[in-house]
């Protein structure tokens, strides 16, 4: 057993930590969000020229060939800037659907295209407020009608994956028969669209079966973004602390705040070892999947919560301004603990997951 | 990264597994029978001399001490084969082979290692542990047990005082003891490490009676108790050096328990609940285990990250305290949790009814899992100063004269 990141690995990630530090500050962050932008556009461009894109993609797809721990050493990188560009919609959700569930002919002509970047996808699966089922929306001889609300990333995308029950579709979104409106995003980094579909052109991707594996494989994905953004929480918190004096004595010398944030650096330590085994999982032990994506997500999402939450609070006032950089991971933290499902989606799918006590919630 | 064995571990592990099945079930304990602790404690040497004869004791020990000269994880597979069976093992053998030795092995001389390596590793010995004091438990270097040099030119020590919480002592053959032999310096300076025969005149060990009902724990008295020099490990002085090697062996060997979230959700899965379906329907219950699973497993592997950067030789230091520290606070809920699906039946069980006593024991026993080997509060103090870097305590004692201090 050999239970830590490679050597290859780790350059990875320090790879990409440098050139994300040097490229999205937080000020930088605040411009983009002033000026209304729907994305970090160069940012994007960067990450498909170095590769990052399709880390996981099999070089015939124009990828790196690399494994799901490798992707998800880019995905922990990005939470922890908290980048806003499109690599979840994209990348985790609409380049992984295509991957699991497209012909031949649809993966030679997308899959190239999204990792470099040219291409952005996003991934329509939510129908309002409740569970994400898919079923409001109507396929079929090739045509799509219906509504997803909200869909990340739609503003700045050229196709959309959508789920149709148990189907999964692939719509080009510049036609008469899709129409955009841009929603208020309670992530301000992350832009989210209604998209209505008046009997749409589509093509199924044909693959069946895969919904499952295509959540699974994200939920992993999404618990490392959730680790680096915690990680981050906790940096921030703890610089923060250190510096300030309060009472005649530094902040961070007060119990009630190293108890605090030891908790949290427990919390990201057991979500971070859940992801690696996920990642682990996806590629070398796929039976486990399920169990070990639903744990790493219900970790992960508690972890990133409890960072954010106790970031901006051992922060004080200041935490509450704009000026100061917890709103970041506040915000994207709830967008990433609704994104694929909610705490008790993900707590059947892991008590599903066990051998023998299969139930159903109530 | 590969979770899987080794080809290396996996040949070890076929080795472990064929062992132990010829030779551990004629050692296995009877699940839900309580024996007396003397027949525990004769079992647990028992199954001790057999390891020892089968070449599976002291597996991490190099082969001069009697060892087997293997890798931490090696060890791993070992003890997770070994868990496979319900075996006499526990503190009466643990503490001789995790605590004892590692500051024996570390800190001792030659001939100290002679004397009680290879009979610890039989089972010819067995240890206790005498540190905590009343007054002294997180803050172990405040104790006052106190060591004089006797004035004979025998160079022996007179050491008067008081342990707790010293389990298994009455049954133990001898003591891994920490004493105060200078007041006169600061209280982490001046305590010096010694091992003691229990049956030495003056050690008088009383059991406590605890809140599980059981007693393994003593109180020893200590009164002009005569102990050697050539019993002293280390160097007068040394005693809290020797300490921490003890304490380190303490956190890594915590937690590698589960915390019963299993067997709960199979008795939620087969107890039906009072509007149709079984207790595993219901949405807070389903909730409460899969959060509680999560975390377990995150601490599985996240002790398999631990053993990795010791078997690459990093030292794991605080964080190895996250995983007790996680463990001991889920077991208190979970086991509770267990409690309240049992319903009114979790207070007073019927006559045979072999499930409940065990969550009842598990909700009570897991208040020591949060005080001993690190207290919670403890161990958030030295994540947050050693991983996160931040300020100490504020120590009031710190440069003070032991004898000093009030």
Known sequence: ?362 | MDFNDTPQEAAFRVEARTWLAAHAPAHELQPGVTIPDTEEAARGRAWMRELYEGGWSGLTFSKALGGRGLSGAEAVVFSEEEGRYHLPKGPFTSIGTGMALPVIAKHGNDEQRALYVEPTLKGDLTWCQLFSEPAAGSDLAALRTKAVRTDDGSGDWIVNGQKVWSSWAHLTDWGILVVRTDASVPKHKGLTFFVVDMKTPGIETRPIRQISGASEFNETFLTDVRIPDANRIGAVGEGWACCMTVLMGERLGSGAHRSGVEPLLDYAAKTPAAHGGTMLDDRAVRQQLAEALAEEQGERFFQARLRTMVSKGENPGALAGMVKLAYASRYQKVSGLGMELRGLDAIAPEAGDTFTPDLQYDYIYSTVMRIAGGADEVLRNQIAERVLGMPGEVRMDKDVPFEQLK
Not at chain 1, 84 to 100: E, N
Not at chain 1, 142 to 161: M, W
Not at chain 1, 177 to 196: A, C, I, M, N, W
Request: proline share 3%.
């Open chain 1, 1 to 362: 057993m050999d239970f830590d990141l490679s050597d290859e690995q780790k350059m990875l990630a320090e790879q990409a930590r440098g050139l994300l530090a040097e490229r999205t500050p937080f000020d930088h962050l605040r411009k983009l969000i002033d000026s209304g932008a729907e994305w970090d556009e160069p940012l994007w461009r960067e990450l498909g020229e170095m590769g990052f894109l399709g880390a996981n993609v099999p070089e015939q797809f124009g990828g790196l060939g690399l494994s799901e721990l490798d992707l998800g050493v880019i995905s922990q990188e990005l939470g922890r800037v908290n980048a806003s560009v499109p690599f979840f919609s994209s990348i985790i959700l609409a380049a992984d659907a295509i991957r699991l569930a497209g012909s031949e002919a649809q993966k030679t002509e997308w899959l190239p295209k999204l990792v470099s970047g040219e291409v952005v996808a996003c991934f329509a699966s939510a129908e309002g407020p409740g569970p994400i089922l898919g079923q409001k929306v109507e396929f079929s001889g090739g045509a799509l009608k219906g509504t997803k609300s909200p869909v990340a990333d739609a503003g700045i995308a050229q196709i959309a994956i959508v789920q149709a029950g148990a189907s999964l579709v692939l719509v080009m979104l510049e036609q008469a028969g899709v129409e955009r409106t841009k929603l208020e995003s309670f992530d301000q980094l992350r832009p989210h669209y209604r998209l209505d579909f008046n009997a749409a052109q589509a093509e199924l991707l044909p693959g069946t079966g895969q919904i499952s594996t295509l959540l699974d494989r994200a939920a992993v994905q999404a618990a490392f973004e959730a680790v680096g953004g915690g990680e981050a929480c906790l940096q921030m918190g703890r610089d923060y602390v250190m510096e300030r004096q309060m009472f005649g004595r530094s902040l961070a010398s007060y119990q009630a705040i190293k108890h605090k944030l030891a908790d949290v650096a427990v919390g990201i330590e057991l979500a971070k070892s859940n992801a690696y085994y996920g990642g682990w999982a996806a590629g070398a032990s796929v039976d486990d999947l399920p169990g070990a994506a639903a744990a790493a997500r219900l970790s992960a999402i508690k972890a990133f919560e409890n960072a954010a939450r106790e970031n901006l609070q051992v922060h004080g006032g200041i935490g509450y301004t704009f000026e100061a950089n917890c709103h970041f991971y506040y915000r994207r933290e709830r967008m990433l603990a609704v994104i694929l499902g909610n705490r008790g989606f993900w707590a059947d799918r892991l008590l599903n997951a066990q051998p023998g006590t299969q139930g159903k919630a109530a």
